[in-house]
């Protein structure tokens, strides 16, 4: 069998084999000796709608044959507007402008640089950090990696990235401030403030976050006062709230927007993803219409701008996404899956000695691994558990999206379960045992082999 790791492709493991992927239908991904896997993460909460969608497949057809591209600085396109348009219908209150892009770090580096401008538009010219928290990610170009707290990915660029503030994860598991629910008085949220005094709010522009945390520590997401503590705190001292729903956004909560559960409204909110379930690039940030009378007075131009953002090709397929979740009545069944793998997932693990926690919302749901349950004690990095876990579900026929880190950017092994929308409860159940036979192949006996 031919070997790819020394094959033309820069690939992004250089030291495993990958599989040779040939075709995918529904929520299964097949090899070219046919073996399937279960994609329970959609890639990276990407393939929302599964695939093979023929709707979509042709959506991209027509839409290559009509128009395939003209360049965002002088020409809009209908497929531009009316997604806008439909995003904007479904956003939480004043968000009300849609600024595309092709992808979620590029949708960062936007809604930071439109922080900046605006404010200098406004006339406060020292606001210019960007705070962000520990245990985060924002992407990987570098002023996205900048404002990313999962450490373990900054290295080894750290020298190439502007420092920025960051603040204490949320994490009732692992409380930053020793706490319990019941004590629990938002420490991780008055963070922000005690930062903002520290920093000077004169210099700061914007706060970002995660409203429910993906890859660097997935399922992770704080009680709903405590959105609104951070947007009083951000009103006060002028500092623009950046929701990240480039992995929770596009329905995957069960609502449009993450932030929609927690009835507070971010000024903005960055999205990829989802936004096009897989069948082609794109991403979003949006906005407050406020933002384009604040530019409109000064530079009369946003100064930013990439090649591919918003073209028509990826917004024609967006438009149709929103219709068919919308059609299919996928948020109901993103509530309804979420809850039954939510639930079958702690039912089967609730005793297991290295299931240290399993939480998350709609369809994106964590997993921590643990070397000893009631300690919370991590395995030792050098196990690379996450990695032999997620091979072990591999070999069982089902891809989870591994991570690890979370705790100090090495230690803390996870994996991501986001699978598409259209999941029913037969493949929930195939989740949950792959798994289960994943767990028992690498750690009989709940010690690591
Ligand atoms: C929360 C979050 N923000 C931003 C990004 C960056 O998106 P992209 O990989 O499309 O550049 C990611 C990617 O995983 C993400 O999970």
New binding site residues.
């Given amino acids: 069998m031919r070997s790819y790791l020394d094959s033309a492709v820069f690939l992004r493991d250089l030291g495993r084999e990958p599989i040779l992927i040939d075709r995918a239908e529904g929520v299964y991904l097949f090899d070219r000796s046919g073996k399937r896997y279960l994609d329970a993460a959609s890639g990276?909460a990407v393939t929302s709608l599964g695939h093979g969608n023929l709707e979509l497949a042709e959506v991209l057809f027509e839409q290559a044959r009509r128009l395939n591209y003209a360049h965002p600085s002088k020409f809009v396109t209908s497929e531009v507007v009316e997604l806008a348009e439909k995003m904007v219908a479904r956003a939480p209150k004043g968000l009300t402008r849609v600024l595309f892009t092709s992808?979620?770090?590029?949708a960062?580096e936007a809604a930071v640089k439109l922080a900046r401008q605006v404010h200098v538009a406004r006339g406060e010219t020292s606001k210019n950090k960007v705070i962000t928290r520990r245990s985060s990610?924002?992407?990987?170009t570098l002023g996205?990696l900048a404002l990313s707290g999962q450490m373990g990915r900054r290295q080894p660029f750290v020298p190439m990235l502007m420092p920025q503030p960051m603040i204490a994860p949320t994490s009732c598991y692992r409380c930053p401030f020793g706490k319990e629910p019941r004590s629990c008085a938002l420490e991780c949220a008055e963070d922000l403030e005690t930062t903002l005094m520290s920093e000077g709010p004169e210099n700061v522009a914007a706060f970002i976050a995660?409203p429910i945390v993906?890859?660097s520590s997935p399922g992770r997401h704080p009680p709903d006062e405590y959105w609104r503590r951070i947007r009083e705190i951000c009103d006060r001292y002028r500092i623009l709230l950046i929701a990240?729903e480039?992995?929770s956004g596009n329905g995957r909560s069960g609502k449009w927007w993450a932030m929609q559960h927690t009835g507070v409204s971010p000024d903005m909110i960055t999205t990829?993803?989802g936004i096009v379930a897989g069948y082609t690039p794109l991403?979003a940030v949006l906005v407050k219409g406020e933002f384009v009378e604040d530019l409109r007075k000064t530079d009369e131009s946003f100064r930013h701008g990439h090649t591919y953002s918003g073209n028509p090709l990826s917004c024609a397929v967006g438009s149709r996404v929103i219709d068919i979740i919308e059609r299919e009545g996928l948020l109901d069944n993103v509530c309804r899956m979420g809850e039954l793998l939510l639930r079958r997932l702690r039912e089967t693990f609730c005793d297991h000695p290295n299931v240290g926690v399993i939480r998350g919302r709609g369809l994106l749901l964590g997993v921590e691994l643990v070397a000893d349950r009631a300690s919370k004690q991590p395995f030792p990095a050098k196990l690379d558990i996450r990695s032999r876990f997620s091979h072990a579900c591999l070999d069982q026929g089902l891809y989870l999206y591994q991570g690890g880190g979370h705790i100090d950017g090495t230690n803390g092994d996870h994996a991501m379960l986001a699978p598409p929308f259209i999941i029913d409860e037969t493949s929930v159940e195939e989740i949950v045992v792959a798994m289960q036979i994943a767990l028992g192949e690498i750690l009989p006996g709940g010690v690591p082999a």
Avoid: C, I, N
Wanted: glycine share 24%; aromatic share 4%; net charge negative.
């Fill in positions: 990276a992808g979620g770090s590029e960062t990610y924002h992407g990987a996205a995660e993906g890859s990240d480039v992995m990829a993803k991403g």
